[in-house]
């Protein structure tokens, strides 16, 4: 978080903004002075400093990881490329699912979206959501227009409309809480004004904004929202990797065994009422998931 400081010395007042980062393994600390008086438009200067660390630290690596990246797709025979799509979509079909407690293992996962073998003693709930899921991933994959409600809703009831028929495709109506968490998700009465808000923010910033933060913020957005009774995790992982894939940067997925560091940052973010905590866990993860393209 961007911090305000206030020194005095010898009588005089200056204004500084700092910024505490881990980079490397070791702390490091970033400031500016900003004036004698306190500008009043504190708000942006700490945004553009903010970037300005960003793209010092994160986006050139991100840059390097989508040109090493688009340059093996470009190589890389089709049916390459389309074996290591399905793997991908099965992995992250095992893990998201599994996230959001499902009973299948990623064998079972694996063996029913590959070789269409269901698993015995597995509840048909999972079996059904896991093979919706990669459906609409490959939907969402080939889909070339802009993200809206109205996408966002399809997916959903393509999820959810063979298990949950009841919410698949509806934005709730009902207030909603997250277990384990302090986050209380807008009211009703507050979600109709956030999910306008939502869309208007993701199409002023589409073009400008970073695709790797565009990703993490539309995630984190999305996850404070809640607008579903059910399936919001799944649906804002899906938009991240719907960014992603759309700017030519390789999807990430988020791994079921790391699900523990994701949901604190998603918490802290959520309490501390700061994007940002979410936004460096997320390029973090980023950068660490795709080493390969940086050796």
């Known amino acids: 978080m961007v911090t305000l400081k206030k020194r005095v010395i010898s009588g005089k007042t200056y204004y500084y903004l700092g910024h505490t980062y881990r980079e490397k393994g070791k702390i490091r600390y ?13 708000d942006l200067i700490k945004k553009n400093f903010l970037l300005d660390i960003y793209k010092e630290k994160w986006f050139n690596e991100f840059e390097k990881i989508k040109k090493v990246y688009s340059k093996e797709q ?25 996230i959001e407690g499902s009973k299948l293992s990623f064998k079972d996962t694996s063996e029913l979206l590959e070789l269409g073998i269901s ?19 490959y939907r969402m994959i080939s889909f070339k227009g802009e993200l809206s409600l109205k996408v966002v809703l399809e997916w959903h009831r393509g ?61 984190v957005k999305f996850e404070t929202m809640h607008p579903f009774g059910d399936g919001n995790g799944r649906i804002g992982r ?12 390789p999807m990430l997925n988020i791994k079921y065994t790391g699900r523990r560091s994701y949901y604190t940052a998603l918490e802290r973010s959520n309490v501390k ?10 390029f973090r993860n980023y950068l660490k998931e795709n080493r390969k393209y940086l050796s």
């Open 30 to 42: 970033k400031e500016t002075y900003i004036g004698r008086r306190l500008p009043p438009n504190t």
């Open 74 to 98: 470009k190589t890389l025979p089709k049916e390459i490329k389309e074996k290591e799509l399905d793997a991908f979509a099965v992995i992250f079909t095992y893990d998201t699912n599994r």
């Open 238 to 249: 899906l938009i991240m990797n719907f960014i992603l894939h759309k700017k030519g940067y």
């Open 119 to 137: 698993p015995k003693n597995k509840p048909v709930k999972d079996i059904k959501e896991a093979e919706a899921h990669r459906e609409v991933f």
């Open 273 to 282: 009422g700061n994007e940002d905590v979410f936004v460096q866990w997320f």
């Open 159 to 219: 999820l959810f409309e063979r298990t949950k028929p009841g919410i698949a495709g509806q934005i709730r109506t009902y207030q909603v809480y997250i277990s384990n968490s302090r986050h209380i998700p807008p009211t009703p009465a507050e979600l109709h004004t956030n999910i306008t808000e939502f869309f208007r923010w993701y199409s002023a910033e589409k073009e400008r904004m970073n695709p790797v933060e565009l990703a993490s913020r539309s995630h």
